[in-house]
């Protein structure tokens, strides 16, 4: 069984930059070479969303639109964990962020392991 631990969430004026980290463990069978990791995120009231893509082999990244050019995802092999850097971010931004393991798929398909979450608040 995959846990997922997300961490460094908090409030931060608009135009500040925050890193989140998730640290994945308890996987077996290489499980974590052939996945792919995500962050997603779920505003108030909205549906969950996704942010930013990751293969864990080769490192190929996807990234929401809205999140292009501000929003960087980094991967560790050594240790499991995966960063989203996020810089310029505005109070649209403001959301639970999630952490996700995808067994197969990249953009497509479903999330296998989810993260508790963390609460990014953006102030204007």
């Known amino acids: 069984q995959v846990q997922l631990a997300e961490s460094g969430g908090g409030l931060v004026q608009a135009g500040g930059s925050l890193r989140l980290s998730c640290v994945a463990s308890?996987?077996?069978?290489?499980?974590?070479?052939?996945?792919?990791m995500g962050w997603f995120r779920q505003p108030p009231g909205k549906e969950r969303e996704v942010v930013a893509l990751?293969?864990?082999?080769?490192?190929?990244?996807f990234y929401a639109d809205s999140v292009k050019g501000r929003f960087t995802m980094s991967k560790y092999n050594a240790n499991l964990t995966v960063d989203l850097q996020m810089n310029s971010l505005q109070p649209e931004d403001t959301a639970v962020y999630f952490c996700?393991?995808?067994?197969?798929?990249?953009?497509?398909?479903?999330?296998?392991?989810w993260g508790q979450g963390t609460q990014v608040t953006v102030s204007s």
């Open positions: 996700g393991l995808k067994r197969s798929g990249f953009t497509k398909g479903r999330v296998d392991y």
């Open positions: 990751i293969r864990w082999s080769g490192g190929s990244t």
């Open positions: 308890g996987g077996t069978g290489g499980i974590f070479s052939t996945s792919t």
